[in-house]
C-alpha cells in the first residue's frame, strides 16, 4: 500500500477519534488535502483514496496543476492572494479562504460577476496575532464582515485561521475556541447576507484539537503527503 494510502487511512481514523470525543458527525468534517509543492501523481493517489478538495497557496500553482485534474477535484486557494492575480483563479476554485480586506473581496467581486458566478469566500483572522501572519484581528472581524456582505457576487461562508507552529496542540486550543465564539457571536448578528457554516482551523500538528473546537474543514499537507521540499520551488 501507497504511503500516502496509509496516512490518510490514519487521518480519518484520527478524525472519527476526535468526533467521538467531541460528539461530532464525521460528515461535518472536510479533509482538504494541501497539494502545495506535491506532484500532480501524489495528488492522484490522495484523489483516487477519495480526498476531493486539493488547497494550494500559490495561484501559479494552481493554474499549473488546474489543467491535470480540471473541475474534479474541488479546489481551495488557502493562501495569501493578491488582488492583481484573481482573475487567474476566480474560474478554477471553489473557495477563498484568505480574503482579509475590502478591497480584495472587492476585486473578486468584481471579477466573480464578469464570470457569472458568486464567490464563496472565507475571512481570514489572525487571532494569535502574530505579525508574521497575514489576516484581521478580532476586533476588525465584524465591520469587515457587514461591508463585504453587502457585495453581490461574494459569499461569505465562514472564517478562517492559521494557528502558530507549536509543539504541544494543546497550545492552540484557545486560538480555536476563540475563533468558534467568533463565528457564533457574528451568525448570531444576522447580518444580511451572511448566514456562516465553514470554519477552516487545523493542520497537521493540530488538526484534532481544531476538531474539538468546531473546526468544518481541517487543512493537512504534510501528515499526507510527507515533508515539502521547497528547495525543489522554481
Ligand atoms: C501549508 C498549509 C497548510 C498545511 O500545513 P501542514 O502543516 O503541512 O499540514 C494548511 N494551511 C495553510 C494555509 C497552508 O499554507
Redesign the pocket.
Known sequence: MSQIKENIQRIQEEILNSCIKSNRNPDSVTL?A?T?TKPVEDMQIAYDCGLHNF?E?KVQEIQAKYPSFGDKPIWHM??HLQTNKVKYIIDKVSLI??VDSLNLAKVIDAQAKKHNKIQDILIQINVANEDTKFGITEEEVEPLIREIAKFENVKIRGL?T?AP?VVDSEQNRPIFRKMSQIFVDINQKNIDNVNMDTL?MG???D?QVAIEEGATMI???????GD?NYSLEG
Open positions: 482538504i494541501v502545495k488547497g497557496n488557502i493562501g479562504h484568505s478562517m492559521i507552529y477552516s493542520m497537521t500538528n488538526y487543512r493537512i499537507g504534510t501528515a499526507i503527503f515539502r
